[in-house]
T-cell receptor, first 116, second 111 residues
């Protein structure tokens, strides 16, 4: 079965500094990978995805992610962090469930705190 | 505007009661999903459905039930058999481009 791991429960970064939120995956075949962000007591918002093509994927709000097949990683990055980026971030992978229906497996989440 | 509506946003339940969480979408999406979120555990899949009248169990289906009588609606019932139902419940549908679109969630607290 497919899975993703987010090794850091929390990441702290100073405003204006680059940020990285880590995600590693375990899949058979080609991975479909996603990043989502969640603000308190809200649903998840889609940031970006990797399906195929360029290893550097650009998404919403200035975020990007680098797909690395050899390291089985899909780290989320942003060149300059904002205080408003403080939130809970989830990595996810698409898996094929029963009856041929896709299901999505999420990591445990990483809380990002951007300090002013 | 298109979206997913989850209701109620907050719900309190006494032990032994069944409750039903509503999820309605006007996005014309086929596939819908229910997740449970607990602190430090991420999102765990309860049930999912590709089409009307068909659904599959996820990783933590015990104590839950669903129906899919209409494309737009995918209600989740938390039964009294669910041992620890206090959680944040998220409904989602799958966009044609592959990602999930989420509702705003329902927070269930068992008193």
């Amino acid at each position: 079965a497919q899975s993703v791991a987010q090794p850091e429960d929390q990441v702290n970064v100073a405003e204006g500094n680059p940020l990285t939120v880590k995600c590693t995956y375990s899949v058979s075949g080609n991975p479909y990978l996603f990043w989502y962000v969640q603000y308190p007591n809200r649903g998840l918002q889609f940031l970006l995805k990797y399906i195929t093509g360029d290893n550097l994927v650009k998404g919403s709000y200035g975020f990007e992610a680098e797909f690395n097949k050899s390291q089985t990683s899909f780290h989320l990055k942003k060149p300059s962090a904002l205080v408003s980026d403080s939130a809970l971030y989830f990595c996810a992978v698409r898996d094929l469930g029963t009856s041929g229906t896709y299901k999505y497996i999420f990591g445990t989440g990483t809380r990002l705190k951007v300090l002013a | 505007d298109g979206g997913i509506t989850q209701s109620p946003k907050y719900l309190f339940r006494k032990e032994g009661q069944n409750v039903t969480l509503s999820c309605e979408q006007n996005l014309n999406h086929d596939a819908m999903y229910w997740y449970r979120q607990d602190p430090g555990q991420g999102l765990r899949l309860i049930y999912y459905s590709q089409i009307v009248n068909d659904f599959q169990k996820g990783d933590i289906a015990e104590g839950y039930s669903v129906s899919r009588e209409k494309k737009e609606s995918f209600p989740l019932t938390v039964t009294s058999a669910q041992k620890n139902p206090t959680a944040f419940y998220l409904c989602a549908s799958r966009v044609n481009t592959g990602e999930l679109f989420f509702g705003e969630g329902s927070r269930l607290t068992v008193l």
